[in-house]
């Protein structure tokens, strides 16, 4: 049957993806219950015109998908409060880079990172999110946004620029109350 | 190259996004720049804290439950309906020249050549329903709950009918209408002498994309698309007012 090769087909292609979708959407929406709702929503629209999707690479468009889903839900429904829901138990590799800093540092600037990239405003959030988080290119980031590459390049800029000054911020007054 | 030009590049240069040239021509300033080699590393430094787990949230198991039973039973519920896509242009092909060429790849965007033929349509159809007597409405109602119902079981999708009496723009009614190859639903407006036609079908593609305007032979043409259908708005009223008239259906 047509149907069942074609079902098959949008599951190979969009479900390994559900990851990338959760995401973006729960850094856009920002609690758990709302991101779950979206991705939902997101999938059902991607089954709806995955008749209409004949690329090789499912992500890029899912998350197209998963974005729009994501300010329209915005933008209708009030949102819930936000989550402050960062896990400082999750085991992180210890960054090779880095000087001696110690456990209780390291899992402070963490943090500190995550709570920056919180409070980024929802475009340079989305950047970050999909260039350094999710790893899509400029140009992936360029057709899920819907803004030229010139845009992109910008707001990646700002937005590292802006998480810089958070860290920067933090460092001096640990240093002022060593001091 | 010079320390300040690098400054331009110095993002998309770690991402790896530069050509050969203009990377390579990073690389050698780097070689001698203790300065540049310090910036490059504190965005590196960024990068890897923000790659370690605590910043990704991965979907929850419950999640991908969610998803596949839902998506498995909507598969199913329109094999049941036989409201397939596949399937409909199967049968569309044996009769008319098949709407593929309407179902866009995610990178093609449509092409403004496609748009001028809707246009061209769209301007038709709004001429014929003017010129012949009855031939504007087949629900004649300023009621929206009168037009809105009536296109139940005669359309696939419902599309959603506004009063808007209050801006002065008066319901007429609706009618069914043929454009771009497939059924679709007019709603017809008034505002003084001047007629609006409200054309609305279900989009090729999810994306919601803003109003766009064209002129053709003297009337003014928007579309636009929310997502889930698209919208078409032909009239001779000026542009300004014919603006308005789509920001109110858009709300």
């Given at each position: 049957m047509r149907e069942a090769a074609e079902a098959e087909r949008f599951e190979r292609m969009i479900l390994p993806h559900l990851d990338a979708a959760?995401?973006?959407a729960r850094w856009l929406t920002r609690n758990n219950h709302d991101a779950e709702d979206v991705v939902q929503e997101a999938c059902m629209r991607a089954q709806k015109f995955f008749g209409g999707f004949h690329g090789d690479d499912g992500r890029a468009w899912l998350i197209k998908i998963v974005r729009n889903t994501c300010y329209t839900w915005l933008e209708r429904n009030r949102p819930r409060t936000a989550e402050i829901d960062f896990d400082e138990d999750k085991h992180s590799e210890a960054n090779p880079g880095a000087g001696p800093l110690s456990e209780a540092q390291r899992r402070e600037e963490q943090s500190l990172i995550h709570r920056a990239l919180e409070r980024l405003n929802p475009e340079y959030r989305e950047?970050?999110?999909l260039?350094?988080?999710?790893?899509?290119?400029?140009?992936?980031?360029?057709d899920i946004a819907g803004v030229p590459l010139g845009t992109v390049m910008s707001r990646i800029a700002r937005a590292r620029e802006q998480l810089e000054k958070a860290l920067a911020g933090h460092k001096s007054e640990e240093?002022?109350?060593?001091m | 190259m010079k320390c300040d030009e690098l400054a331009d590049w110095i993002h998309p240069f770690v991402d790896g996004e530069l050509d050969l040239a203009r990377g390579q021509a990073i690389e050698q300033h780097l070689e001698a720049c203790a300065a540049c080699r310090a910036a490059v590393d504190k965005i590196q430094n960024l990068k890897r804290a923000l790659a370690e787990p605590p910043h990704?949230?991965?979907a929850p198991e419950t999640l991908h439950d969610r998803v596949r039973a839902s998506l498995r039973s909507n598969s199913r519920k329109r094999a049941e309906k036989h409201d397939i896509p596949w399937r409909s242009l199967a049968i569309a092909a044996s009769f008319v020249c098949v709407a593929v060429l309407s179902w866009g790849t995610f990178q093609r965007s449509r092409s403004p050549s496609a748009d001028e033929r809707i246009a061209q349509q769209i301007v038709a159809s709004h001429v014929r329903s003017l010129m012949l007597p009855?031939?504007?409405v087949d629900v004649a109602s300023s009621d929206q709950h009168t037009v809105k119902p009536w296109f139940n079981g005669r359309l696939t999708f419902a599309p959603p009918v506004k009063k808007l009496d209050d801006a002065n723009f008066e319901l007429i009614g609706g009618r069914l209408d043929f454009l771009d190859r497939q059924k679709v639903?007019?709603?017809v407006y008034k505002r003084r002498a001047h007629v609006i036609n409200l054309f609305v079908w279900p989009t090729a593609d999810p994306f919601a994309s803003p109003p766009r305007t064209l002129k053709m032979?003297?009337?003014?043409?928007?579309?636009w698309s929310d997502g889930d259908l698209t919208f078409w708005a032909v009239s001779d009223l000026n542009e300004g007012e014919l603006r308005e008239f789509v920001d109110l259906i858009g709300k």
């Open positions: 959760y995401n973006l950047a970050i999110v260039r350094d988080l999710d790893g899509f290119s400029y140009k992936e980031i360029a240093t002022n109350r060593e | 990704y949230y991965r009855g031939r504007d639903a007019a709603l032979d003297g009337y003014s043409i928007v579309h």
